[in-house]
């Protein structure tokens, strides 16, 4: 099955900065990669995602990009606020898995520091 | 649009006593639905999924069952809690067949005592 690695597991950036937060996955045949953010308390909420046939996408502060060669895809924020603050978390879908083939990351803690 | 409603959203229990978990979608028909729980950190693990009525697949062996008695309908339970069930209890759904992910619940706060 598919097997997803997320990196790092914590992640400390002053406010203003960037953070980057980085998936591979095991599988060629995942051709969809949705990005969470779950804040103190609150399920996951989807926050952007990209499909195989896109190598990059933005929407204002967040972009996501897509490596399939090397299978992996990466989360960028810019100009980090405090509220970024929360628990990241990468998936893969690979179609015609168990349970629609959803494989979450373990997770990125980003603090924001002021 | 769809929702995702969970509840209750915390819930305190004594060691031996049963649970149930209630979730219900709305604005969508035969949508697959999971439940997942968070313990301590921050790994989501699946516990349960269902494509349809009375379909139930069980992903991790242990102290919970689940239920689906209607289409938009799940229901985690438990006939006698065990101190190592406590943890952040998730419901999401997504649309059968569609490659959009998952919307989750706003997720139920299990303490075991």
């Known amino acids: 099955g598919e097997n997803v690695e997320q990196h790092p597991s914590t992640l400390s950036v002053q406010e203003g900065d960037s953070a980057v937060i980085k998936c591979t996955y095991s599988?060629?045949?995942?051709?969809?990669f949705p990005w969470y953010k779950q804040e103190l308390g609150k399920g996951p909420q989807l926050i952007i995602d990209i499909r195989s046939n896109v190598g990059e996408k933005k929407d204002q502060r967040i972009a996501v990009t897509l490596n399939k060669t090397a299978k992996h895809f990466s989360l960028h924020i810019t100009e980090t606020q405090p509220e970024d603050s929360a628990v990241y978390f990468c998936?893969?879908?690979?179609?015609?898995?168990?349970?629609?083939?959803?494989?979450f990351g373990k997770g990125t803690h980003l603090i924001i520091q002021p | 649009s769809q929702t995702i409603h969970q509840w209750p959203a915390t819930l305190v229990q004594p060691v031996g006593s049963p649970l149930s978990l209630e979730c219900t979608v709305e604005g969508t028909s035969n949508p697959n639905l999971y439940w997942y729980r968070q313990a301590a950190g921050r790994g989501l693990q699946l516990l349960f999924y269902?494509?349809?009525?009375?379909?139930i697949s069980s992903e991790v062996p242990q102290n919970l069952s689940a239920s689906r008695p209607q289409d938009r309908q799940f229901i985690l339970s438990s006939k006698k809690l065990l101190l190592s069930d406590s943890g952040f209890y998730l419901c999401a759904w997504s649309s059968a067949g569609r490659n959009y992910g998952y919307t989750f619940g706003s997720g139920t706060r299990l303490t075991v005592v």
């Open positions: 599988d060629s045949a995942s051709n969809y």
């Open positions: 269902s494509v349809g009525i009375g379909q």
């Open positions: 998936a893969a879908i690979t179609p015609g898995g168990g349970a629609d083939g959803l494989t």
